[in-house]
């Protein structure tokens, strides 16, 4: 069965500073892998994904994230943290061959301090 | 293009009644999954709908049933509510088939008393 765990529930940055949030993963598969994020009363939207045609996934607003498979890990990155990003991220690894049937770990809030 | 949409945003309910959730899903995507995430935690795996037929479901009770609609739009039915089914409930929508992404609702608020 597949899992994925987010290591810490909160982050805190201060403004312009690194963003990283960790993610490892379970799978008996080669597995997809993805980052969302929920900004408050909101849906979930995705950052990036990992299908395998390369270890480091580019994303939207500035995110990365880096497959490493002997580490088991998907962690995001960001260079330069914004007040805009604070929110609560999700990492999810699916092994149906693309987006569906999810499975996610419980979430990291990010707080980003002015 | 139209996003996913949800309806109601919200609601409350009596333990014990029964509730239906809809979803309206992107245009041309044939593809709706369900997901229950309660406070605090991460989305979890409802069930999917794939051209009207069910296509996979997670560790949820038969309780919890769905339908999908010729035009792909999508009801989820929660019968005797539990307090524990107080949750968010997502609606994604997407291609079938791999590298596709899920384009997710802004989901319905329900709360059990």
């Known amino acids: 069965a597949q899992s994925v765990t987010q290591l810490g529930s909160h982050v805190s940055v201060s403004e312009g500073a690194l963003v990283l949030l960790r993610c490892n993963y379970s799978?008996?598969?080669?597995?997809?892998l993805f980052w969302y994020v929920q900004y408050p009363n909101q849906g979930l939207q995705l950052l990036l994904k990992?299908?395998?045609?390369?270890?480091l996934v580019k994303g939207i607003n500035g995110f990365e994230a880096e497959f490493k498979k002997s580490e088991t890990s998907f962690h995001l990155t960001k260079p330069s943290a914004h007040m805009s990003d604070a929110a609560e991220y999700f990492c999810a690894v699916s092994d149906q061959g693309g987006s569906e049937k999810l499975v996610f770990g419980k979430g990291t809030k990010l707080t980003v301090n002015p | 293009e139209t996003g996913v949409t949800q309806s109601p945003t919200h609601l409350i309910k009596t333990r014990g009644q029964q509730v239906t959730l809809r979803c309206s899903s992107q245009s041309g995507h044939n593809t709706v999954s369900w997901y229950q995430q309660a406070l605090g935690q991460g989305p979890q795996f409802i069930f999917q709908y794939y051209r009207e037929e069910e296509n996979g479901r997670g560790n949820f009770p038969p309780r919890f049933s769905g339908l999908q609609f010729p035009n792909y739009s999508s009801e989820l039915n929660v019968n005797a509510l539990e307090l524990d089914d107080s949750a968010l409930y997502l609606c994604?929508?997407?291609?079938?088939?791999?590298?596709?992404?899920?384009?997710f609702g802004q989901g319905t608020r329900l709360t059990v008393v």
């Open positions: 994604a929508s997407s291609l079938p088939g791999g590298y596709t992404e899920a384009f």
């Open positions: 990992y299908t395998s045609a390369a270890t």
């Open positions: 799978s008996s598969v080669p597995p997809y």
